[in-house]
Every structure is written in C-alpha cells, then in structure tokens.
C-alpha cells in the first residue's frame, strides 16, 4: 500500500534541492532526472512486492516474460535517456532514442497480446469488469504511444519533448500503482483509482513549472488533457454496446466467452499467480 506521506514525499523529492534557495529552483533536467528515478522505484518496488507476496511466479508462459522483459525495458531507456540529458550525453541520448521508437512498438503489440490472452481464458482480476479489462489496457497503451510519438515528433522543442515524454509515462506507472494499492477494496472504481494516482506525476511537474517559472507550461495541460481525455473514451467504450462485441468477438470460442462481460469474477480459489496459466 502506498504510503500516506507519498504525495508530500514526492513533491518536495522533485520540486525541492537540498542546496537550492526558493529564488534559485532547479533546473529542468534535474526535475526530470529526479523524477524518472521515482517513476522507475515505483513500477519496480510494485512488480517485487507482487512477486514477493507471491502472487507472481517466474514459471509463466513465454508470452508473459516477453511482455516483462520489453516493459522493463522501457523503463531502463526512460532511466537512461533522462541521465544521458542531465549529463549533458545528447549524442548517446539521440541514438538510444530512435532505439526506444522501435521499442515502443513492441511494447504496444506484447501488451496488448498479453491481455487478449488472460481475457480469452477469464484469467481477469477479479477487480475488474471483463469488459473494462479489456478496454482500458490496450486503450491505455495506445494513449502511451500517441503520447510518445507526440514527443518524438517534437524532439527539437526539448520542452514539450520532455514533457509529453513525462505524461507518457506516466499511463505506464498503472500496472504498478495497482500492485501497491488495495484494489480489492477499492472495487469497483480499482482502475479509476490507479488513474488518479498516477495522474499526482503530471500534476507535480505543473506544479514544480509554476514553482520555478511563475507559470504552467502547456505541454502539460495537453497531456493531462489526452490522459482525461483517454479515461472518458475508456469508460465509454466500456459500458458501451461497442465494448460489449468486441469483447464477444476476442473471447469467441475460448472459455473467456462464458464469463459475462460486465460482471466482477468471484475471487480465486487459492493463491492466484498473475500470468500463471496464460497462453497454456
């Protein structure tokens, strides 16, 4: 469970230098050099403390790890992209950055993949609406890669590259929010609640602008604005007659098609292993 001193924790971590003085604020590269450190504890502190529960297991089908392996791997390139520009590397930053293009593409059709799959064998959380499932994850992967895209086409704007890089992100830090925060608990809103939470890591960066140049870049309001903006298509799709087919065609023929859609799974028999028996 995350901490009730998170958000003030990771205000003043981002937004506050041991040696600045309220009239010298930091600079940008170490906002967000600070801040892809926290971003990157969070999803792994979230991912070992599910495996450490044990409700992950490393016996799981191959599609699961690559799905990890890719992930991860976007999250060491975040990592280092943000070091390489604090370091004043932009050479190794430029190249490693038509890597990470390619690499999002992978993640996008790995995860996806890997949700199809749980929901074809009604392998969903038993916090979530099938059909909810299945829209919010690929829908929150497709605002991921708009997002990057977006930042990539304006790489020369190091402003909004940065920023909309940031709010990017930021939709990958769900995954992980969910593992720490008690999502049975908070049924049937578990997915909205793991929105909000990330949603504190754009808000901050507007705050620390406003802090240190007396003004909201907009780069951060068109990016909360897409975040918003994908949360309202998600629930929509979802308690839509749209959702509703496309789940029935995903899940056609697959045990997934006798799970009724809009109902919340009974909690598992036993430990459940995410991942476990997908793809078997």
Excluded: K
């Amino acid at each position: 469970m995350i901490p009730s001193n998170f958000g003030g924790g990771f205000m003043a971590t981002l937004a506050s230098s041991p040696h600045a003085h309220p009239a010298q604020p930091i600079s940008d590269e170490r906002f967000f050099l600070r801040a892809s450190i926290v971003m990157a504890l969070l999803i792994f502190t979230g991912f070992s403390t599910q495996l450490a529960m044990g409700r992950s297991s490393f016996a799981s089908p191959l599609l699961v790890h690559a799905h990890a392996i890719v992930f991860m791997g976007w999250v060491v390139l975040y990592l280092l992209q943000n070091i390489f520009v604090a370091s004043g590397n932009m050479a190794l930053h430029r190249r490693l950055g038509w890597i990470a293009t390619g690499w999002m593409a992978a993640m996008v059709f790995l995860g996806c993949a890997v949700v199809v799959a749980m929901v074809r064998h009604g392998q969903v959380p038993f916090f979530f609406r099938p059909v909810n499932f299945l829209a919010f994850d690929p829908l929150s992967l497709f605002t991921f890669a708009g997002l990057t895209i977006a930042a990539v086409v304006m790489r020369r704007r190091t402003d909004w590259h940065r920023r909309l890089h940031f709010c990017g992100m930021t939709v990958l830090l769900g995954p992980a929010i969910g593992r720490l925060l008690p999502m049975p608990l908070l049924t049937p809103v578990a997915f909205e609640a793991t929105f909000v939470v990330g949603l504190m890591f754009p808000l901050v960066g507007m705050w620390a602008d406003r802090r240190r140049t007396g003004r909201v870049h907009p780069a951060w309001t068109r990016g909360v604005g897409v975040l918003l903006g994908s949360l309202l298509l998600i629930e929509l799709v979802s308690y839509s007659p749209v959702g509703l087919a496309v789940y029935r065609g995903v899940t056609a023929g697959s045990p997934g098609a006798l799970v009724d859609p809009m109902a919340f799974p009974p909690p598992p028999v036993g430990p459940r292993i995410t991942g476990r028996t997908v793809g078997h």
